[in-house]
């Protein structure tokens, strides 16, 4: 019965694939984290309204927030190169760019 109401409304069912355990749980994290970071803040007006605050968050999580994993590195952007130079450590001077109207924050070294 669950299926067919998904499939009235346009939704297409994905299976997970029997030799990935793992895949559940990406997923399960993933809206875990929109929810919380992105959701529970917003109030949603529309159909049009989601789709488009759920691009800016999808952005957001693959080009600019830092994951768990090697040196915190985005998915889709190399790695930084490292500060070396002592005087650039000693004066930081970051860059705040706000998205969704200051729900996400997005933070670089100024040039």
């Not at 803040?41 to 994951?67: A, G, K, M, S």
Request: proline share 6%.
């Amino acid at each position: 019965m669950f299926d067919a109401v998904l499939a009235d409304a346009g939704i297409k069912m994905v299976l997970t694939g029997v030799l990935m355990p793992r895949m559940n749980s990406i997923m399960e994290h993933w809206v875990q984290t929109c929810r919380r970071e992105l959701l529970d803040r917003t109030l949603i007006w529309n159909q049009r309204h989601l789709l488009h605050t759920l691009r800016e968050f999808q952005t957001f999580y693959n080009e600019h927030r830092p994951h768990l994993s090697i040196a915190n590195a985005r998915p889709c952007t190399p790695l930084p190169s490292p500060i070396t130079d002592p005087d650039q450590i000693a004066d930081l001077n970051v860059q705040r760019h706000q998205r969704l109207g200051e729900i996400l924050n997005q933070y670089r070294h100024a040039a």
